[in-house]
């Protein structure tokens, strides 16, 4: 199998097969594995492959996973996005980069000691998911430990509807890319795809009537810092209407009073406090504590 080099702008897309277990990798905040004991940091792919089927544990897939060592050490990038995946198609968990590639060192690296130290190894910050049985067919990627789906169309749309809060910021060349906006080369041109969470706008829509018809002025304040947008910007509607449990913790019935009203600002801030592994609601308390 030929791994052509990436030619994605901005934010990569992975979908990595659980080594050991689920929660060993989530635990641990990192994502890892071993069925081949070499380093790849200074070679091409080719030599890569190479080194793969001669330190393979799992003959004949020594090249393949050679290939995916490489991948994971020279291009899987902070701010990347990875999705966990099982053999049974279960999505256990989806996360973000948060330290680029590392090798272990194994004294003796027996099949069993291997797969418990998971010597080639990614930092991730990583979000359970809880509804993700027979999420997907793997098909023939099933051999694949770590592979990039960044321009798979077929299977990328449906693995984002896991996400719900906002990404941080790609450190890759390109913009400041989000799950919606995607980017890739393309005969020297830009396509733009958009993939979107699955929400019902009408629920955010009636929440901000309910919360603007309880309000003395008619105006809307942030629930957090109490700032009043319209009066600080115009007479501009900016308030936003937040899910105060993400929705990437199942389909569910939404109501107006699962929503908080948040300006911009607290609202992209309770999210990075989220996106960090802070609890909901704990995030949407801090940041009201600190703006008191």
């Known amino acids: 199998m030929k791994h052509p080099p990436s030619t994605t702008v901005g934010r990569k897309y992975w979908l990595a097969k659980v080594w050991t277990t689920p929660e060993a990798h989530i635990e641990k905040g990192e994502y890892c594995f071993s069925p081949a004991d070499f380093d790849p940091r200074k070679l ?13 544990l799992f003959p004949p897939y020594g090249r393949l996973f050679g290939a995916q060592i490489w991948r994971m050490a020279h291009e899987a990038k902070l701010g990347d996005v ?3 995946e099982s053999a049974n198609r279960h999505v256990h968990a989806w996360g973000t980069v948060t330290s680029t590639y590392q090798l ?11 797969v418990r130290a ?11 998911v809880t509804n993700g049985m027979d999420a997907f067919r793997i ?4 051999n694949l430990l770590f592979r990039e789906i960044t321009d798979r169309k077929d299977l990328l749309p449906l693995l984002i509807k896991f996400i719900d809060s906002p990404l941080p910021t790609s450190n890759r060349q390109g913009d400041e890319d989000t799950p919606q906006d995607l980017e890739y080369r393309e005969g020297g041109k830009i396509l733009q795809t958009h993939l979107r969470t699955e929400r019902d706008a009408k629920a955010a829509k009636l929440a901000k009537e309910l919360a603007r018809k309880r309000s003395k002025t008619g105006k809307i304040s942030c629930e957090a810092c109490q700032c009043v947008p319209e009066d600080d910007y115009c007479g501009l509607d900016l308030i936003e209407a937040h899910h105060r449990i993400p929705l990437s913790r199942g389909a ?8 908080a009203m948040l300006c911009p600002c607290c609202h992209r801030a309770v999210h990075k406090l989220i996106t960090q592994g802070l609890d909901p609601v704990d995030s949407l308390i801090k940041i009201a504590q600190l703006n008191r």
């Open 44 to 56: 091409t792919i080719k030599d890569a492959r190479e080194a793969g089927k001669a330190k393979t």
């Open 82 to 84: 990875i999705f966990l």
């Open 104 to 114: 272990r060192s194994v004294k003796k690296p027996s099949l069993d000691n291997l």
């Open 118 to 128: 998971g010597i080639h190894q990614i930092g991730v910050l990583w979000h359970e």
């Open 139 to 142: 098909g023939k990627a099933d």
């Open 252 to 259: 569910r019935e939404t109501k107006p009073e699962d929503f």
